[in-house]
């Protein structure tokens, strides 16, 4: 379950994708991009978000962007982290390209081979809990990979192959977000 807040973010996610994505080498010559919406998944230990945001394109395909949000700097991420925003809530949080952040990895991967959804969402208020609907509802396929040894994300074009998937359905669109592969299969 992912517990939301009603909270202030600064720089807003959007803004923060907007000054790392043109860094990218994959999203270098994206067109303008919207956010469709977003998904959660359960991290068990409930220390670090986790998120994957789609981004709308104007020519109707999407980009796929998971996040990861921390209360504290990752030890040797340097190279994901895409910035710190100020949560209202929580105070600063460090927001990594997931690809980088091993959770991130062990629960993607949780995910896609037990066949699960997206973690709940909820809100807390006077001690009631209001559940929200993500904007992006997914679904992993399910099924056994030996030796499950890249997660791999779609973040923009053709889907890559693999044994094991995560596909995502927003309004107007579905697609694969990630790939389990084996290592047999690389």
Same mark, same amino acid.
């Given at each position: 379950?992912?517990?939301?807040?009603?909270?202030?973010?600064?720089?807003?996610?959007?803004?923060?994708?907007?000054?790392? =994505?043109?860094?990218?080498?994959? @999203? /270098? %010559?994206?067109? #303008?991009?919207?956010? !469709?919406?977003?998904? *959660?998944?359960?991290?068990?230990?409930?220390?670090?978000?986790?998120?994957?945001?789609?981004?709308?394109?104007?020519?109707?395909?999407?980009?796929?962007?998971?996040?990861?949000?921390?209360?504290?700097?990752?030890?040797?991420?340097?190279?994901?982290?895409?910035?710190?925003?100020?949560?209202?809530?929580?105070?600063?949080?460090?927001?990594?390209?997931?690809?980088?952040?091993?959770?991130?990895?062990?629960?993607?991967?949780?995910?896609? =081979?037990?066949?699960?959804?997206? @973690? /709940? %969402?909820?809100? #807390?208020?006077?001690? !009631?809990?209001?559940? *929200?609907?993500?904007?992006?509802?997914?679904?992993?396929?399910?099924?056994?990979?030996?030796?499950?040894?890249?997660?791999?994300?779609?973040?923009?074009?053709?889907?890559?192959?693999?044994?094991?998937?995560?596909?995502?359905?927003?309004?107007?669109?579905?697609?694969?977000?990630?790939?389990?592969?084996?290592?047999?299969?690389?």
């Amino acid at each position: 379950m992912a517990l939301l807040h009603h909270a202030t973010l600064t720089p807003t996610k959007k803004e923060l994708l907007d000054a790392w =994505l043109p860094s990218q080498e994959w @999203a /270098a %010559e994206l067109p #303008e991009l919207t956010v !469709v919406g977003s998904y *959660r998944l359960d991290d068990p230990e409930g220390e670090v978000g986790v998120e994957g945001i789609v981004l709308g394109r104007v020519d109707g395909g999407f980009v796929h962007v998971p996040l990861t949000y921390r209360a504290a700097p990752l030890e040797g991420a340097e190279e994901h982290l895409v910035g710190t925003l100020e949560h209202s809530a929580l105070g600063t949080r460090w927001v990594y390209d997931a690809e980088g952040d091993p959770v991130w990895h062990a629960t993607a991967t949780a995910t896609v =081979l037990a066949g699960g959804s997206g @973690a /709940a %969402e909820y809100f #807390e208020v006077d001690g !009631v809990r209001e559940t *929200r609907e993500p904007l992006v509802a997914v679904r992993g396929s399910g099924g056994a990979v030996e030796d499950p040894e890249a997660v791999v994300v779609h973040r923009v074009g053709e889907a890559p192959d693999g044994d094991a998937t995560l596909t995502g359905r927003w309004e107007g669109g579905e697609g694969v977000l990630v790939v389990v592969r084996s290592a047999a299969s690389r």
